[in-house]
């Protein structure tokens, strides 16, 4: 669906080098801090910004050879974006029915009405919730083959970005050929919806697994300083000294539970990961 290789872009304070891809059928997660490359990539394979070298194909096709037609099968929200704060619903349902040959007004009606957005006030008087419901809505109205979506939920309350969530679930259940790609800072949002995640990190992607795996089998080991030095260290991805010894990420936590029962475990979760793959050191 979507194939990025080698993509760079460079700036006088920071430079992008990223590849990866988004299957057919799968929703993957781009995570990492601000300023890490999240904005810069979504923007270099919408076209928005000028790229330096690398290689972006969408759909099957080359992005510089991808037109309007192409990219009527593409759902975006991005994080700086929207609708204008001086239109209504009303007046934005006949645009998306002249941009996209593909919208579905029954259902884009239907949907305004389920999570109840009113359709005479003006935009800016929506709460930040509203606004981004609307957003996503407008871009799963017309069928798109991909979603790319930077930041849908930020700064959204908790039931809010449930119902938001509920919508990108329900895109996905009516075509197994979808496919989305989505930046968040929230980890329990891509914990429940991403098939798989990459984390990015001073404009590089130092990791990418399946979201399963990542829960199931990776961990943080805690251990004083005699059991550091007497245990096997192939499985730790990084360390980090602490006042009682070290923590340790491992992405085989069944081999040290299995081998060292005396040492405390926990399960491993993406806010964890992120910090130890960005602040803790490399054996």
């Known amino acids: 669906m979507l194939k990025i290789e080698h993509l760079r872009k460079n700036y006088d304070s920071f430079s992008l080098d990223c590849s990866l891809e988004i299957m057919q059928g799968c929703v993957t997660g781009l995570i990492g801090q601000n300023g890490a490359g999240k904005s810069t990539t979504f923007k270099a394979i919408l076209g928005l910004i000028s790229i330096d070298g690398g290689t972006i194909s969408i759909l099957g096709k080359d992005s510089q050879e991808f037109g309007a037609k192409d990219k009527q099968n593409l759902g975006v929200v991005l994080s700086d974006s929207g609708f204008s704060g001086y239109l209504t619903i009303n007046d934005i349902i006949p645009v998306l029915d002249h941009l996209y040959g ?69 895109f996905m259940e009516k075509d197994e050929e979808r496919s989305i790609l989505i930046s968040s800072h929230i980890s329990s949002d891509l914990e429940t919806l991403c098939d798989d995640l990459y984390m990015i990190h001073n404009g590089k992607i130092i990791m990418h697994e399946d979201t399963d795996v990542l829960l199931s089998d990776y961990a943080l080991i805690k251990v004083d300083h005699k059991q550091y030095e007497n245990m096997d260290k192939q499985y730790i991805l990084r360390y980090k000294k602490e ?21 405390a475990i926990e399960k491993g979760n993406i806010d964890e990961v992120i910090t130890m793959m960005i602040r803790g050191k490399e054996l």
């Open 243 to 263: 006042s009682y010894g070290y923590s340790c990420l491992t992405n085989q936590k069944p081999y040290y539970m299995e081998n060292y029962p005396q040492i």
């Open 102 to 170: 593909n919208f579905d007004k029954p259902f884009f009606v239907e949907q305004v009405q389920r999570f109840q957005l009113p359709r005479h006030k003006k935009i800016k008087e929506f709460s930040t919730g509203m606004k981004a419901k609307l957003k996503v809505l407008a871009a799963i109205s017309h069928d798109a083959k991909l979603l790319i979506l930077d930041e849908p939920t930020a700064g959204l309350d908790v039931i809010a970005r449930d119902e938001l969530l509920e919508m990108l679930r329900e």
